[in-house]
């Protein structure tokens, strides 16, 4: 045995002694390399683990070719509550063997054809690059346990007809989670040449992970995902008759709580309505036009970088019914002319579009906005604002005093990208329209290639930060993070601590995770 395999035995016996009451079967089956054809045998893990896999029996596992990774995890229904690990540095294999060392499959048995059932109670598989397609879908059809509980798929550049060999088989036998995962760099505009992948109706499923860097996809027409309670869809390109809006509304998905849906194309009006919905996240939906919500029990939303299309200059439409609302992040598009807000008692924490300091009427018309939705709600416990600094070039004015009015909040969230610049007339000025707050967190965002800005740069202006009281009597708690130690940090610090005379805790956090508590 070379040095590579006697390392690897070693390493298998410290795994062994030290995990005797974290393992629940002895029987770890493993493949060493990847070339060919390997044998694999099993034995015992350690001198700990048990006197009843002395005998060596031999599986083995073919060379794959084809650009895919694959790992799936069939935890049986009828493992008893035990558990089996493998190790992920090369195909693997566990089983559990508890019962009659026939559940093992002879050395005749490959994936190519298997219909033993001594498959039936494999556990775990691990595939490196390059699986067959036609060789998922034969271990997907030949394991014959109750439920496929956990199947997690890793592609390179997969197309349509790759996914469709397995995927309807996956979606008959799955009833836990499904995450499929497409990476490479195939071509964006050129998705819908390569053709279509028709999802299948995952009646079992309870999670669906879709991440398919841009292939596209066809919803199914019917059927209901009965016990689906979260779906993720990431860099898909819808098609087909069948919208989006049909297939996440209660009647198709009566037990959806969570939705997320992020860089998907083709998707330019939305509507949902869901009476089981908690949690909705719509993140760069650049084409998206027109969106309708009618949740009675969604509590928290997040639309992120949508109605961003610079190709449409239409006014967005946008109507949220959510009465249970707790958190509200609305870093999008707002008019109260064409945004809509239903009412909103239980809300409880507001993030708005990022604010900048300076700059011309453009970005003033932008700030606008973003102040109109903050000023939509008179009463908030927290308020998230977002400041940032553009780059100056000289016809710049500060933008900060537009601001007259904030909710009444109890805690404020600042962020603050300063990109070198001074950020204590910014950040005084919000203060001074929050000055009843009991918790301020300071979140410094800095990269790491910023440069102090030259002396007699325009953040240098207004100073009457500099030398003007403000009383902060409720503030009892702040919380700065992102601290570098530059003069322009340190000279607020100094001020906040002259403002809050109330102060009974102070956190810092530096950006080289050093933290200092003073009480």
Not at 84 to 87: E, H, K, T, V
């Given at each position: 045995m070379g040095t590579m395999g006697r390392m690897e035995d070693e390493e298998l016996g410290r795994r062994g002694t030290r995990s005797q009451r974290g393992w629940g079967s002895p029987d770890l089956v493993e493949v060493a390399g990847y070339g060919g054809w390997r044998s694999i045998s099993t034995g015992r893990l350690g001198p700990q683990m048990g006197d009843g896999c002395r005998e060596t029996k031999t599986l083995l596992l073919p060379r794959w070719y084809d650009l895919l990774l694959l790992f799936f995890?069939?935890?049986?229904?009828?493992?008893g509550g035990r558990s089996?690990?493998?190790?992920a540095d090369g195909p693997a294999a566990v089983l559990d063997r508890s019962d009659d060392s026939s559940s093992f499959p002879s050395g005749g048995d490959t994936f190519r054809g298997t219909e033993s059932h001594r498959w039936r109670r494999l556990l775990q598989l691990h595939f490196p690059v390059g699986t067959d397609p036609d060789r998922i879908r034969a271990a997907l059809t030949a394991h014959d346990a109750p439920a496929l509980r956990h199947l997690f798929v890793a592609g390179i550049e997969v197309t349509p007809e790759i996914a469709a060999a397995w995927l309807p088989i996956a979606a008959r036998r799955l009833s836990g989670v499904l995450h499929f995962k497409n990476t490479g760099a195939m071509n964006e505009a050129t998705a819908g040449e390569r053709g279509t992948l028709k999802l299948p109706c995952f009646e079992k499923a309870t999670k669906v992970v879709l991440d398919l860097h841009s292939i596209g996809l066809t919803l199914p027409p019917s059927g209901v995902f009965t016990r689906l309670t979260d779906l993720e869809l990431v860099r898909i390109h819808l098609h087909g008759p069948c919208s989006l809006s049909d297939v996440v509304s209660s009647s198709r998905c009566p037990s959806l709580r969570r939705l997320s849906v992020c860089s998907v194309r083709g998707l330019d009006n939305f509507t949902i309505q869901s009476e089981s919905l908690l949690q909705l996240e719509l993140r760069n939906l650049h084409t998206l036009q027109q969106l309708s919500i009618v949740a009675l029990s969604l509590q928290k939303l997040k639309v992120f970088l949508c109605f961003t299309d610079p190709l449409n200059q239409s006014q967005p439409v946008a109507n949220i019914s959510a009465p249970q609302l707790v958190t509200l992040d609305w870093r999008g598009a707002y008019d109260p002319r064409s945004v809509l807000f239903g009412e909103m008692p239980n809300l409880q924490?507001?993030?708005?579009?990022?604010?900048c300091v300076y700059g011309g009427d453009t970005v003033s018309a932008r700030n606008h906005h973003s102040l109109m939705l903050s000023q939509h709600f008179h009463h908030i416990s927290k308020l998230i604002l977002i400041l940032f600094y553009l780059p100056v070039h000289g016809n710049e004015r500060f933008l900060m005093e537009e601001m007259t009015k904030l909710p009444n909040i109890t805690v404020l969230g600042l962020f603050v990208l300063a990109c070198g610049h001074s950020f204590g007339a910014s950040s005084?000025?919000?203060l001074k329209m929050s000055s009843g707050i009991r918790q301020l967190t300071l979140q410094l965002v800095t990269r790491r290639d910023s440069k102090v800005c030259q002396p007699g740069c325009i953040c240098a202006e207004p100073s009457n930060w500099e030398t003007e009281d403000l009383v902060l009597p409720c503030l009892k708690e702040v919380a700065i993070n992102g601290l570098r130690g530059t003069e322009h940090e340190l000279a607020l610090v100094k001020?906040?601590?002259?403002?809050?005379?109330?102060?009974?805790?102070?956190?810092?956090s530096m950006v080289y995770f050093c933290e200092t508590e003073l009480r």
């Open positions: 995890s069939f935890l049986c229904a009828d493992t089996c690990f493998a190790r924490q507001l993030t708005t579009n990022p604010l005084f000025h919000v001020r906040l601590f002259k403002w809050a005379t109330m102060l009974e805790r102070v956190t810092f």
